[in-house]
């Protein structure tokens, strides 16, 4: 959290979502994550930033579970969760998109995220294939929160397009929703705005920081185009080569000499001053 006169104060311990403490993660081979530790505040916007392969989508796998650690520990609100599976550390509130869409390309929009859904028809999902027509009230229930998504996404049009026909913009919309029918207390989205136009883009931006604003719902997102990062978040990470190189706002990270020189090395785009 920041200090209440809104400084760059680091946040104080006990008010963090998710701490990441000397965390290690390897594909077999030498660590790709190694000793990285940091905090994501509770009801903040956190970006993760860094050159291609700096370990940003590594890290969010070993957030989520989708990947063992090597070393160290992931602690959810203080609870240490570095044994669980990802199902568990769903259903304790942590959410993730994947940088390349997960959706079931074969169900529409709407199945889609009466599927994402933590009930027992969003668990199964052949429930919503099958049965498709014969809702109980627990169907009828999940089927309401998935038309109030789509209304919330303002993606009517496509509501019972399935999932496959989208643009890669709307099934980034899609993937969000998805995360969304959780009800989660954070999100981790790995590149969400990447290669969408500018109009879904300053849809999705809304969206996250009307979630955040009105329900107090913790973001860390991967972003490669800072300009966007610093419209949506205070402080960032900054990875580099499986390391945390540091922590700022976004405007502390640009001028930072390590950042730039990381950017050169790895070059996806410029530091600005
Ligand atoms: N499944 C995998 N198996 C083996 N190596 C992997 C795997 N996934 C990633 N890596 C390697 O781990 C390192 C970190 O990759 P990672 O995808 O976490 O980087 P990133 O920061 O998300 O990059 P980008 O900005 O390109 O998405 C890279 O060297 C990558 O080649
Ligand atoms: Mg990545």
Redesign the pocket.
């Known amino acids: 959290m920041k200090g209440i006169a809104g400084g760059p104060t680091r946040p104080r311990h006990g008010a963090q979502m998710i701490s990441v403490e000397h965390v290690k993660v390897s594909?077999?081979?030498p660590n790709?994550?190694d000793d990285v530790s940091f905090d994501i505040p509770a009801g903040r916007i956190t970006g993760l930033i860094?050159?291609?392969?700096?370990?940003?989508?590594?890290?969010f796998?070993a957030i989520a579970g989708h990947v063992a650690l090597n070393g160290g520990k992931i602690l959810l609100e203080g609870k240490d969760i570095t044994g669980l599976q990802p199902h568990q550390r769903a259903a304790r509130g942590l959410a993730r998109t994947f940088?390349i869409p997960h959706e079931f390309s074969q169900l529409t929009v709407i199945e889609n995220f009466m599927a994402a859904a933590a009930t027992p028809i969003g668990e199964n999902v052949f429930n919503v294939i099958f049965r498709r027509g014969r809702f109980a009230q627990e169907e009828e229930k999940t089927y309401r929160a998935a038309r109030d998504m789509v209304t919330f996404l303002e993606i009517d049009q496509v509501k019972d397009e399935k999932a496959g026909n989208l643009s890669g913009g709307q099934k980034k919309l899609l993937e969000l929703g998805r995360a969304l029918m959780r009800k989660p207390k954070i999100i981790l989205l790995?590149?969400i705005g990447a290669g969408i136009n500018r109009t879904l883009l300053a849809k999705i931006s809304d969206k996250i920081l009307l979630l955040n604003k009105e329900q107090g719902l913790t973001f860390c997102l991967?972003e490669?185009d800072l300009d966007y990062v610093s419209k949506l978040c205070d402080e960032v990470i900054v990875?580099a080569q499986?390391t945390l190189l540091m922590e700022g706002t976004v405007d502390e990270v640009r001028q930072d000499a390590r950042v730039i020189e990381a950017y050169f090395g790895g070059g996806?785009y410029e530091a600005r001053p």
């Open positions: 594909y077999g081979g790709v994550v860094g050159p291609n392969g700096a370990g940003k989508t590594t890290m796998n940088q790995d590149e991967i490669h990875m499986g996806k």
